[in-house]
């Protein structure tokens, strides 16, 4: 337990505690009075001194490996940051003891050992870990819902969560969204301000909240939510759509589209605003919610005189639900320019952290290369979720039942072309039409290549002339129609920033046409849904304020290009470094890595960061 309060997993540590809980045990028998709570043994005798010490053997037994330096290696040890680990070991014991209680009847005493629980397993966090582990490999949809709703359903979880959410003026809801395919969809509305100031407001963000497509309603986000309508001043409406797998693909879409074009049409008053000066919307969504929003995005592309959104946010979106292992090549050049991630640096081809070429690494022990190694070589590269597939938040099994879940049982889709399901696979002329859009991702995410990805079409498909090649050949790498490895010279002597993330040179700000700016940011240590550990996680609370000024900036249009918020940066390291040795924080104290990252993080050690 010790080292996940240190945010590190150590063996180290693991063996500190062991011999130190044997020392404590061999001071405390020695004395001749039971200690606290163990008093009424001391009438028999020395039997408090047996439990004790029987107890003492059987947990230095239990940590033996570690006691005598035989431990396995730690494949979390590099993998996140202190803070988040922390909160990764919080949420894991929530998680198993709540799914150890998720039968009990009736529900406050289901509420009252679902705590007791989970305090259960922040002691025991092998325990903890097992039991999710055991769970998720055979994951159901109540196994979801009550894992990501127990921070709405428990009221003592509630409580704690309401202590850390700002409070606004408005917080009601209604209906909205009816159609002749869709029910009407329950929206929460926040707004931090008096009743008149609502009704002039004109800005509105609509937001499509995650939760794996089948769990967690509106409530379950209302923290950060409530964070970005105390900083926009705008109102904030989330959408709380009808779930998979009642109801599937592509209802979800539907109905959050029915939600946009009322809210359009109406210019606002079917929310209570009043006046005749255009509403300005942005669209946000994060995780299966930015999916979402990039089919809602697509719907109103597709349809005619309905005006589009200002800009759009994704948080950790997934844009492509066909779960592989490997990385097309067009795919790895894409995401990492001309260096590539080299599992063979490593001893062991999973490691997804600190390497180093010695004699026990892969590639030292090649002997036999079968023809020339071409210049624009690009190795094997498996995609991130898999590389992740360790991750405590997000596993392939639990990305695989959602996906099915989701698709539904009449549905056989193409995920090649079907850009309402991947949006990565959306035809240029679609993506050309975006509004200005900002992505923001945890590096260690599984879902960060989608993240990157996505990113990169949309800014080649804004700028078909300058990288016309580069794009068609991602695009059909994507959507796997072909397998081009051509690649010039010139491009192979390019900087390690990849080409589809290159928005500005790295001077001064460059004018921009608004349309066109991109703006991706890889939060360092992070994997999927740092958002919701509001409560847990100071950098949530610094990344959800540097959401609410990119949604300030979308709503207001001051977006812009600068070397501040550019997409990547290229920042050489000197070739003896083993170790990360440049920490580069934004201006709200979170650390931020560009995507060449993915190559030097997963394939060499090192970060490429990015202010």
């Known amino acids: 337990m010790l080292d996940h309060i240190l945010g590190k997993p150590s063996a180290n540590v693991r063996r500190v505690q062991a011999l130190g809980t044997a020392l404590v045990t061999l001071l405390v028998t020695r004395r001749k009075k039971a200690p606290w709570g163990l008093g009424w043994l001391e009438r028999r005798s020395s039997l408090w001194k047996t439990l004790l010490g029987w107890w003492t053997l059987l947990y230095l037994l239990r940590h033996m490996d570690d006691v005598l ?19 990764t070991w919080v949420f894991t014991a929530l998680d198993a003891g709540f799914w150890t209680a998720m039968s009990v009847r009736p529900k406050w005493l289901r509420d009252t050992l679902s705590l007791v629980f989970s305090a259960y397993y922040l002691v025991c966090t092998n325990r903890a870990v097992e039991k999710v582990r055991k769970v998720r490999a055979l994951v159901t ?37 009816e159609s002749e395919s869709t029910e009407r969809a329950r929206c929460v509305v926040m707004f931090d301000g008096s009743e008149e100031e609502f009704r002039a407001c004109r800005m509105v963000v609509l937001d ?12 379950s986000h209302t923290e950060y939510l409530a964070a970005w309508a105390q900083r926009t001043k705008a109102i904030v409406v989330s959408v709380d759509y009808a779930k998979a797998p009642e109801y599937p693909f592509p209802y979800a879409i539907d109905q959050c ?51 589009g959104p200002a800009g759009i946010v994704f948080v950790y979106g997934c844009f492509n639900v066909d779960v592989r292992a490997w990385m097309t090549r067009n795919e790895t050049r894409v995401l990492l320019g001309t260096e590539a991630r080299d599992h063979l640096h490593h001893a062991s081809p999973l490691a ?36 992740y597939f360790n991750d405590q938040v997000l596993t392939p099994e639990m990305m695989r039942a959602m996906v099915i879940m989701y698709v539904g049982p009449n549905a056989r889709p193409d995920f090649r072309t079907d850009y309402y399901l991947s949006p990565v696979v959306a035809p240029d002329h679609l993506l050309a039409r975006f509004p200005p859009t900002y992505f923001l991702c945890g590096e260690k995410d599984p879902m960060v290549d989608d993240t990157v990805l996505f990113a990169s079409r949309i800014r080649n498909a804004k700028q078909p002339n300058k990288d016309a090649a580069n794009d068609s050949n991602a695009q059909a790498d994507v959507s796997g129609r ?7 010279e010139d491009e192979d002597r390019a900087s390690n920033v ?70 990547a940066s290229e920042v050489r390291i000197p070739p003896s470094s083993d170790k990360l040795a440049i920490n580069v924080m934004d201006r709200y104290g979170v650390e931020i890595v560009s995507a060449a990252n993915m190559v030097r993080r997963r394939g060499h050690g090192l970060a490429d960061p990015l202010s």
């Open 482 to 488: 072909s397998d081009s490895t051509d690649v010039s």
């Open 352 to 387: 997804v952290a600190k390497p180093t070429r010695h004699a026990g690494s892969l590639d030292a022990r090649v002997r036999v290369v079968s023809g020339d190694q071409p210049s624009a070589y690009v190795p094997l590269t498996m995609t991130s979720s898999f590389t």
């Open 498 to 567: 990849p080409r589809a993330l290159r928005m500005t040179q790295f001077g001064e700000p460059q004018p921009q046409n608004s349309d066109a700016v991109i703006k991706v940011k890889l939060v360092a240590g992070m994997s999927h849904g740092f958002l919701q550990m509001y409560s847990l996680l100071p950098e949530a609370r610094k990344v959800a304020a540097m959401c609410g000024e990119w949604l300030d900036e979308l709503l207001h249009d001051a977006h812009s290009i600068s070397p501040y918020s550019r997409c």
């Open 208 to 219: 499509v909240p995650g939760g794996g497509f089948v769990s967690m309603a509106p409530e």
């Open 257 to 307: 589209f029915a939600v946009y074009r009322e809210l359009e049409l109406t210019n606002g008053q079917c929310i209570g605003l009043e006046g005749t000066e255009r509403v300005r919307f942005v669209l946000a969504g994060d995780s299966a919610g930015g999916n979402i929003a990039a089919g809602v995005q697509f719907r109103i592309l597709e349809s005619e005189g309905l005006r």
């Open 69 to 87: 330096g035989l431990h396995a290696p730690e494949p979390l040890r590099e993998y996140y940051s202190r803070s988040f680990y922390r909160a």
């Open 141 to 177: 949809i109540e196994h979801l819902r009550v894992s990501w709703n127990k921070g709405v359903e428990n009221p003592v979880l509630r409580f704690v969560r309401k202590l850390h959410q700002p409070q606004l003026g408005i917080v009601r809801n209604v209906m909205l969204g």
